[in-house]
């Protein structure tokens, strides 16, 4: 099914032309490992036609992952938070110790369940022309457009066959979502599924889609942590916070729309690094987010983990000072920003009264700062009216710290969507 604003053949050729020297080159950089001085790149993408339709962070390098192996091709499903007449593929090889040789890759939109590609919807991807890219350790590299009509919603289904794989895989852990591997070599053209016998849980060297839709009015990234990555909502179903806010956005009128990039990472905090939960939030923020295609608004729900986890920040001013640092690179690109307040965690393993009451004093800062363009609060939507230190029994998953389904649903309905 094409996007709401049909285009004969004709049409889209001619759109994705308008595009083409502005955003089809390979864009090859090494990953940011600190907060640059100065912006790299101009505040906003206006004007180029590319709209952010997913993300994934990179948050880790994995060596011999399942279906990641020499001779091997992955094919991988995303889901779409915007729709348009092309898309337009980026990779990383962000933690690889050497160059990452991408020997075919594809994008079809995805038929219902499992690895099986829609008919007449496989695309060849080209990288300055070329069927093949090597991605040198560190950098990433971005596809040139594929003229594929896409919906909001649609799965993607994003395939690559790597003939070697010599170094840790960038990957992003919590993907909750099942992707395929075909063991037997060549296998990114194939429209059947019948090859893709294994499966995986994380997301490889996948970072993002950009759509091709003028008319929509730019990107929106969540930077977050596992309760923006969606822990424990339901696999496959697509439940995490951001999904929900995707698709209220898409009930608005075109020119109001926004693409929905996810940027959470399990674990992250905003100021010290965490193994697989990825680099701080301050560090990743240049490639994680301003990087992204068109970025108009952020979202940041950080902070939780700068609390809970071992080293535990107590001082609130630590956190909040984070805060101001996110908010003034984010404006000097002319980027919204709106602050999220925590969540609640009574119960969860480490709860103490040290502990929430620096939670208590963060939100009262987001509350009552400046800073920010818009606050959303998260805490006064999903705690306990009858115990307001504590998720709401009918939002909790289980273990106290992260939402349900039903509690990331209420955290998406609790945005005013006329702030963004």
């Not at 075909?182 to 296998?187: K, S, T, V």
């Not at 490889?204 to 977050?224: A, N, Q």
């Not at 992250?268 to 965490?274: A, K, Q």
Request: hydrophobic share 40%; with cysteine.
């Amino acid at each position: 099914m094409p996007n709401t604003r049909r285009r004969g053949p004709a049409g889209v050729r001619v759109l994705v032309a308008a595009v083409l020297g502005l955003a089809s080159a390979v864009a090859v950089a090494p990953a940011a490992v600190a907060a640059p001085a100065v912006p790299p790149r101009p505040a906003a993408h206006a004007g180029q036609g590319w709209v952010g339709a997913w993300e994934a962070s990179p948050a880790v390098g994995l060596s011999s992952p399942a279906g990641a192996q020499s001779g091997s091709s992955i094919r991988q499903v995303v889901h779409l938070s915007a729709g348009g007449a092309a898309v337009r593929i980026r990779l990383s090889n962000r933690f690889g110790t050497a160059p990452l040789t991408l020997g075919h890759v594809t994008v079809a939109v995805r038929a219902a369940d499992g690895a099986q590609a829609v008919s007449g919807t496989l695309r060849e991807v080209t990288f300055h022309g070329a069927p093949s890219a090597t991605v040198p350790a560190g950098a990433d590299v971005t596809a040139d457009p594929a003229v594929l009509p896409v919906r909001p919603g649609a799965d993607l289904l994003v395939t690559a066959y790597l003939p070697v794989v010599s170094g840790p895989v960038t990957t992003h852990p919590l993907a909750q979502q099942t992707s395929y591997y075909a063991p037997g070599g060549d296998h990114a053209g194939d429209v059947s599924g019948d090859a893709y016998t294994g499966t995986f849980g994380r997301w490889y060297y996948l970072t993002g889609v950009d759509v091709c839709d003028p008319p929509m009015r730019g990107s929106l990234v969540t930077l977050g942590d596992s309760i923006t990555d969606g822990a424990d909502s339901t696999a496959g179903a697509n439940h995490r916070w951001p999904d929900y806010l995707a698709r209220r956005i898409q009930t608005l009128p075109l020119s109001r729309r926004l693409g929905v990039l996810n940027a959470g990472i399990s674990g992250n905090r905003l100021l010290l690094d965490g193994g697989s939960y990825g680099v701080n939030a301050l560090a990743r923020f240049d490639e994680d987010v301003l990087s992204r295609a068109d970025v108009r608004t952020i979202i940041v729900l950080e902070g939780i983990n700068d609390i809970q986890q071992s080293p535990h920040q107590t001082d609130p001013a630590k956190i909040t000072s984070a805060y101001e640092t996110i908010a003034a690179r984010a404006h000097a690109r002319g980027i919204k920003v709106i602050g999220a307040t925590l969540t609640p965690f009574k119960g969860w393993s480490v709860y103490d009264d040290t502990l929430e009451a620096t939670r208590e004093a963060v939100n009262a800062y987001i509350r009552s700062s400046r800073i920010f363009d818009a606050v959303i609060d998260f805490d006064a939507a999903t705690r306990d009216p009858a115990d307001p230190l504590a998720l709401s029994p009918a939002y909790d998953s289980g273990d106290h710290l992260h939402p349900n389904d039903a509690g990331y649903q209420a955290m998406a309905a609790a945005i005013d969507l006329t702030r963004l």
